[in-house]
């Protein structure tokens, strides 16, 4: 028998996200006879207490008979318990500075932490993950941006919706003027952008019609690697090559910044991969967006002009030409930057349904199983020691 425990979000502010929805929860029980739900009261969550115990899942607050415990985000220090199996994002692979403490204390608790950003399948792409709902909303929350600014339409908050399903009840009737928007990206966020771009009516046209052509209603382009990037020293791309050395690359977007009112970034990002534009372009008057969504939402990385995250409650910010400072939203002088850090937790029940349905699906056998390939590629940590692929971060766990 294994026991699973939905732990209570302890991170402030706490995220109202969980790992299974009431209906997945019965849908265990029913469906496995081996396996045990427990679920944390808590009183944050997007599903209620309420909602779960009327599902047949026993709410407690005591987890210790659980084999298993899955959050979201961080858990506190403090509310670790001792020897456990955790799963969660613990943001400590890239040896982030600012959870050393959580990673020393998961070593001292003798804590085994199969991380959800490293669930793998085999060709390395990721099993798991809220990116689709983050593209979802960060699509809706650029279109409600240029709406505001041009006045052309008007789109409402996703947070004034209950769900996905009423979100697409609001664009019912909704008329696009002729604009054109650049997507970025091949991953999840990307597939929301997408999304959301057909709900709206958006058509889709090819790069080069769309940098040589006008049209009389909206068009979308959808921008991945090989759009973007090409080798400095013979322009071809190779993805594999581009993955592995990125310094090698420069950005070819520079066209679409001369032709896009709306950028849509859905890009995977780090350090060394080339931005999307410079800040000389973008003081240049030729630089024609109005209106950037970053969902992949680096600070001065992908989109150079991220200066920082904003909040669901203020998503928007402007940053002004000329002096590159943060300015209110809309103003003339200055493009409009979204970047909210998480989007998901604008629609946390479809989000963690959405999440809910890929643990079922791709890793609940494997646990009950006792272990899998895929297992092993994500587990971090074995009763509190750092496993052979996670050794490089040796000096950041102090062993
Ligand atoms: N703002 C938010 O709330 C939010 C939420 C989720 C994700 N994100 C961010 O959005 C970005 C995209 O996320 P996603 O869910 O689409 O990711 P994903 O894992 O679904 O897809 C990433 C894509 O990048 C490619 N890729 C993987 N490794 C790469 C490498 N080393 N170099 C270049 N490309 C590589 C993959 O082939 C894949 O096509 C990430 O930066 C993520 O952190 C933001």
């Given at each position: ?13 706490a ?34 207490d ?6 047949g ?25 001792h ?11 890239k ?8 990673m ?25 993950g ?13 279109m ?34 002729k ?37 009389e ?10 759009d973007l ?10 993805r ?19 032709q896009?009112?709306i950028l ?30 970053d ?57 963690s ?10 890793v ?36």
């Amino acid at each position: 028998m294994l026991t699973i425990g939905l732990i209570r979000e302890g991170k402030t502010p706490a995220d109202n996200r969980v790992a299974l929805t009431p209906t997945q929860c019965k849908w265990i029980l029913k469906n496995s006879n081996n396996v045990q739900v427990l679920v944390q009261s808590s009183p944050t969550r997007c599903f209620t207490d309420k909602e779960y115990k009327s599902a047949g899942v026993t709410v407690t607050d005591d987890l210790s008979s659980c084999d298993v415990l899955f959050g979201i985000k961080e858990v506190p220090v403090d509310e670790l318990i001792h020897g456990k199996t955790y799963l969660f994002f613990s943001h400590t692979k890239k040896a982030q500075a600012h959870n050393r403490k959580l990673m020393h204390a998961m070593i001292e608790k003798k804590i085994t932490l199969i991380d959800y950003e490293c669930l793998t399948h085999d060709d390395g792409q990721r099993i798991i993950g809220f990116g689709f709902f983050a593209g979802v909303v960060g699509a809706h929350n650029g279109m409600m941006a240029f709406g505001n600014r041009t006045g052309a339409f008007k789109l409402g908050r996703v947070g004034d919706v209950r769900d996905y399903r009423q979100l697409i009840h609001t664009y019912f009737g909704l008329k696009l003027p002729k604009i054109k928007i650049a997507i970025t990206g091949s991953g999840r966020v990307a597939h929301g952008l997408l999304e959301i771009m057909n709900l709206l009516g958006v058509n889709e046209v090819e790069p080069f019609d769309y940098l040589h052509r006008q049209y009389e209603y909206p068009v979308y382009v959808h921008l991945k690697g090989r759009d973007l990037y090409e080798r400095k020293d013979d322009g071809t791309y190779n993805r594999d090559n581009f993955h592995e050395h990125p310094e090698e690359y420069k950005c070819s977007f520079a066209p679409f910044v001369k032709q896009s009112d709306i950028l849509l970034n859905g890009v995977y990002w780090d350090k060394t991969i080339p931005s999307l534009f410079s800040l000389d372009e973008f003081r240049n008057a030729s630089f024609k967006i109005k209106t950037i969504a970053d969902i992949t939402n680096d600070t001065g990385g992908s989109i150079p002009i991220n200066i920082g995250d904003s909040t669901i409650a203020e998503p928007v910010y402007g940053v002004d030409k000329i002096t590159l400072q943060k300015t209110a939203p809309y103003l003339p002088g200055s493009v409009d930057v979204m970047a909210v850090g998480n989007l998901p937790n604008e629609l946390p029940r479809d989000a963690s349904r959405y999440f809910g349905e890929q643990l079922i699906k791709y890793v609940l056998e494997d646990l009950v199983q006792g272990g899998s390939s895929i297992l092993e590629r994500a587990t971090m940590l074995k009763a509190g020691v750092l496993t052979e692929e996670y050794s490089y971060l040796k000096e950041y766990a102090g062993v």
